[in-house]
């Protein structure tokens, strides 16, 4: 038997914007570790601040702990000036997390006909005018990058 159900076909669509790739100037809302046998990661949720057309969204995305991807988790937390003394004694406060800020630059890839968002870079929070300025290519991603670091 079939039944028309009003509203349906609604709830198939996602009903937030996608965020483009590129460059925004974000704050951590709340940040949460996830053990994995093989790759355990901080699970990110950044509240966008600017540009203002996607002011108020959010992105979320991971970043791996795993000794190959240490790099990318100190990059991070160094340019959204995380307390150098836990940074130091090598520990992270999930709770010191949240209200953090800085630059972010995302990408997006499919993956098993999975949409991930990618965090491709970081940087302070100060630099936002001089990066939202720069238009930001492929051809340019991996220099931005090493600039920004």
């Known amino acids: 038997m079939k ?3 009003p509203g349906l076909a609604e709830t198939g669509r996602d009903s937030r914007p996608e965020i483009p790739d590129g460059v925004f100037l974000v704050r951590v809302d709340g940040a949460q570790f996830r053990w994995h046998a093989h790759k355990p990661f901080y699970v990110l949720r950044l509240f966008i601040l600017e540009p203002s057309t996607s002011a108020g ?3 979320v ?3 791996y702990c795993t000794q190959k991807a240490m790099w990318k988790l100190g ?3 160094r340019d959204f000036l995380y307390d150098p003394e ?3 004694h090598e520990q992270v406060d999930e709770k010191a997390l949240p209200g ?3 630059v972010v630059k995302i990408s997006h890839s499919v993956i098993n006909g999975i949409s991930l968002i990618n965090l491709d870079g ?3 929070a100060r ?4 990066l939202s300025a720069a238009p930001i290519s492929s051809a340019s991603r991996s220099s931005t990058a090493e600039a920004t670091r």
């Open 100 to 102: 953090l800020r800085g």
């Open 57 to 59: 969204q959010s992105i």
């Open 122 to 124: 970081f940087a302070p």
């Open 86 to 88: 836990l940074l130091a």
């Open 127 to 130: 630099q936002w005018e001089e």
């Open 61 to 63: 995305g991971r970043l």
């Open 75 to 77: 990059w991070f937390l």
């Open 3 to 5: 039944r028309q159900v």
